[in-house]
């Protein structure tokens, strides 16, 4: 009964390939979020749907692209890899804050360990 | 840049209680303070947030001072399990807004 899951957990692969990571959530969620978590463990904010809607869209290469074919998942391609893109990635999902006061937290899958050689 | 300041590690003995401080003197009014820890390479996981008043959960206690520009966590009985990475965040609730995520605390908890 995993609530945010993604795939695949490894990914090893070579510079200039493309590929993609898949992640699910069963919370029943409107918004999902990609982040990215570096060697020196800085956790930061790449993306953020919200009902298959881009809401945030950080400073990252155009090589990374999501996609929301459904408000359950989002994926992230990455095409033309390179090294320094090796990190951990997580994907995340919270209820969508409609009005002020509400403040959700964010749901987290148990990352994707990317390592391009 | 993250809004908040937190020291970079403490310890705790198994079974006492761990507090854990986090400045964050600019801190606007509708900033919500959140923690969240990280277990080795795990996903974040949320604990507590609040606004100006104190909360509990089932995980632990969060107690903001009246001028909001600083913050504890409390977990009141430390185990082994609670060693982790904490981190403490302010932000709005819209949607625009982002969590942005500092170099928090990591936490040892001593047997």
């Known amino acids: 009964d995993t609530a945010v899951s993604q795939t695949p957990k490894y990914l090893v692969t070579q510079m200039g390939n493309d590929k993609s990571i898949k992640c699910e959530q069963n919370?029943?969620?409107?918004?999902m979020y990609w982040y990215k978590q570096d060697s020196k463990k800085f956790l930061k904010i790449m993306f953020s749907y919200n009902n298959k809607e881009l809401i945030i869209n950080e400073t990252v290469p155009n090589r990374f692209s999501p996609k929301s074919p459904d408000k359950a998942h989002l994926n992230l391609h990455i095409n033309s890899l390179e090294l320094g893109d090796s990190a951990v990635y997580f994907c995340?999902?919270?209820?969508?804050?409609?009005?002020?006061?509400?403040?959700?937290?964010?749901?987290f899958g148990p990352g994707t360990r990317l390592t391009v050689t | 840049d993250a809004k908040t300041t937190q020291p970079p590690s403490m310890d705790c003995a198994e079974g006492r209680a761990a507090n854990l401080p986090c400045n964050h003197s600019t801190i606007s009014g509708n900033e919500y303070v959140y923690w969240y820890r990280q277990i080795h390479s795990q996903g974040p996981q949320y604990i507590i947030h609040?606004?100006?008043n104190n909360e509990t959960n089932e995980m632990a206690s969060l107690i903001i001072t009246e001028d909001r520009k600083s913050s504890t966590l409390i977990l009141p009985h430390a185990t082994l399990r609670d060693t982790a990475v904490y981190y403490c965040?302010?932000?709005?609730?819209?949607?625009?807004?982002?969590?942005?995520f500092g170099k928090g605390t990591r936490l040892h908890i001593l047997p």
């Open positions: 609040g606004l100006k």
């Open positions: 919370l029943g969620h409107d918004t």
């Open positions: 965040i302010v932000r709005v609730w819209n949607r625009d807004d982002k969590i942005i």
């Open positions: 995340a999902s919270s209820q969508e804050e409609k009005f002020a006061g509400q403040a959700y937290e964010q749901y």
